[in-house]
T-cell receptor, first 114, second 113 residues
Framework: ETGVTQSPTHLIKTRGQQVTLRCSSQ?????VSWYQQALGQGPQFIFQ???????GRGNFPPRFSGLQFPNYSSELNVNALELDDSALYLC?????????????FGSGTQLSVL | GENVEQHPSTLSVQEGDSAVIKCTYS??????FPWYKQELGKGPQLIID?????GEKKDQRIAVTLNKTAKHFSLHITETQPEDSAVYFC????????????FGKGITLSVRP
C-alpha cells in the first residue's frame, strides 16, 4: 500500500505567477482534500474532490482551483500568486465509504512566493 | 463555522512524565475529533481519533478523552519519550464530513531527556 505522495517538494515563484501542485492519493482512496498550512498555524481546508468533482470548499478565493483525475490523483492550481500564498500545501486522501473514515496526509509542497 | 482552540501553545516535560494537551471546539454539530502529530519537514500523521458516541479511547501510551457537554477533548501521552517531541494538532469535523477538518493552531511538545 502506497501513501499519499506530493510533487514538487519545494517551489519558488514570484508574485503574479501561476503554480500547479500535484498529489497522488493513497491506494484505494477516492477522495482528495487540499489544505494550506501557514508557518506556525494549523492546516486550513481549501477544498475536496470526490469522483472528479469539487465536494466542498473552504474560505479561499476562486484563484485557488483544482482537478481530480480518473485515477483519483489531483492537482491544485493557484493563479495570480500573492506573497501571503507562501505556505506548506498539504494533500490528504480518504475513503468516505469506510465506516471510520480517516484522513491521511502527504508530506506537502513548500511554496515560497517572492 | 467551527472554531478549534488548543492550549497551551508549548509544553515541556521530562522524559517519562505524562503530557496532557487540551482542545476546545465551538460547533455542537462536530462529532469527529482526530489528533495529528507533525514532525519537522513532514505532513501531519494521524495518531488517534475519537467520535462523539465514545467518551474515551486508548492506544498504548496515547489516550483521548471527550467531554461533549463542555465541548472539549484532550490528548494524554504517558511515559513520554524524546521521540514524542513534535507539534500536535487537534481537529474537529461535523457529521458526514470527516475529511473536512478544522484544525487548532498546534502545540509544540518538547520531551527533555
Amino acid at each position: 500500500e502506497t501513501g499519499v505522495t506530493q510533487s514538487p517538494t519545494h517551489l519558488i515563484k514570484t508574485r503574479g505567477q501561476q503554480v500547479t501542485l500535484r498529489c497522488s492519493s493513497q491506494s484505494g482512496h477516492n477522495t482528495v482534500s487540499w489544505y494550506q498550512q501557514a508557518l506556525g498555524q494549523g492546516p486550513q481546508f481549501i477544498f475536496q474532490y470526490y469522483r472528479e468533482e469539487e465536494n466542498g470548499r473552504g474560505n479561499f478565493p476562486p484563484r485557488f482551483s483544482g482537478l481530480q483525475f480518473p485515477n483519483y490523483s489531483s492537482e491544485l492550481n493557484v493563479n495570480a500568486l500573492e506573497l501571503d500564498d507562501s505556505a506548506l500545501y498539504l494533500c490528504a486522501s480518504s475513503d468516505p465509504t469506510e465506516t471510520n473514515e480517516k484522513l491521511f496526509f502527504g508530506s506537502g509542497t513548500q511554496l515560497s512566493v517572492l | 463555522g467551527e472554531n478549534v482552540e488548543q492550549h497551551p501553545s508549548t509544553l515541556s516535560v521530562q522524559e517519562g512524565d505524562s503530557a496532557v494537551i487540551k482542545c476546545t471546539y465551538s460547533d455542537s454539530a462536530s462529532n469527529y475529533f482526530p489528533w495529528y502529530k507533525q514532525e519537522l519537514g513532514k505532513g501531519p500523521q494521524l495518531i488517534i481519533d475519537i467520535r462523539s458516541n465514545v467518551g474515551e479511547k486508548k492506544d498504548q501510551r496515547i489516550a483521548v478523552t471527550l467531554n461533549k457537554t463542555a465541548k472539549h477533548f484532550s490528548l494524554h501521552i504517558t511515559e513520554t519519550q524524546p521521540e514524542d517531541s513534535a507539534v500536535y494538532f487537534c481537529a474537529a469535523s461535523p457529521t458526514g464530513a470527516n475529511s473536512k477538518l478544522t484544525f487548532g493552531k498546534g502545540i509544540t511538545l518538547s520531551v527533555r531527556p
